[in-house]
């Protein structure tokens, strides 16, 4: 699965890209992912899905209402496009299953071109007294939820989130280092054949992000990180469909 480029992209790429909708002549295109093929409309509707870090838990509100990952989304896309419509629950930990299904029916038939789904997985596979096996089955659950999505998915792999534990998670429902690995391995199995994903290394990004980029549960992004976290997303889906829209 071709789904990034090596090294880094150079400004005046970006600038031609944006200026002429396509590659410069004296090279061939990049390489991309089917999904990818049409990328200059892969912002123009973008759904988000998944549980409170997605919906915005602790982020305040605007207008009336709370704000979410989809209205930092809208805020970092700069090209024209319908306004990122939100998906994600804040009550996901209660029923990772039936709140999965429920989502996933509604993206469905919103029909987007970008599914974000940055922290879609991560309770099917937290949980008090769940032992590897428990773990592994219901991550098979959500993966299998995720099959039907047409177009681009942003999927997020499972952190480390030991920073949160006696604070919004108790110990047992934080998976063994050994079975997390495990699980992020199964993760990437099942992407790797599947074009129109492209993973994103929330784990990574944790240990790279700014101080202040956690809230003080230890499991929440601050909008601060969250705006991080949102532009560190666009790169990677910039990575994997570069064509003009995506950046």
């Known amino acids: 699965m071709q789904m990034s480029r090596p090294g880094g992209v150079h400004p005046l790429f970006l600038l031609w890209l944006l200026v002429v909708g396509g590659p410069p002549a004296w090279g061939a295109a990049p390489p991309r992912s089917s999904s990818c093929a049409r990328a200059s409309a892969t912002l123009s509707r973008v759904a988000v899905m998944g549980a409170s870090v997605s919906a915005g838990f602790g982020w305040g509100r605007q207008e009336g209402r709370g704000r979410t990952l989809a209205d930092l989304l809208d805020d970092t896309v700069a090209t024209e496009h319908t306004p990122v419509r939100n998906f994600a ?16 029916g509604q993206v469905l038939t919103y029909a987007p071109t970008l599914t974000v789904a940055v922290d879609f997985l991560f309770w099917f596979v937290h949980g008090a007294e769940l032992d590897e096996a428990q773990r592994l089955a219901r991550l098979e659950q959500g993966l299998a939820l995720l099959e039907p999505l047409p177009g681009p998915i942003l999927l997020g792999e499972l952190p480390a989130m030991t920073a949160a534990v006696g604070k919004a998670l108790e110990p047992g429902m934080l998976p063994s280092p050994e079975t997390l690995a495990r699980l992020n391995r199964r993760i990437s199995e099942w992407a790797r054949p599947r074009d129109n994903v492209v993973l994103l290394p929330l784990g990574t990004w944790l240990v790279r992000s700014p101080d202040g980029s956690l809230q003080a549960d230890g499991l929440h992004p601050t909008r601060e990180g969250a705006k991080w976290i949102a532009a560190r997303m666009m790169d990677s889906l910039f990575e994997a469909c570069p064509a003009p829209g995506v950046h």
């Open 89 to 104: 629950s804040m009550w996901f930990f209660k029923n990772p299953l039936a709140a999965g299904q429920r989502q996933v």
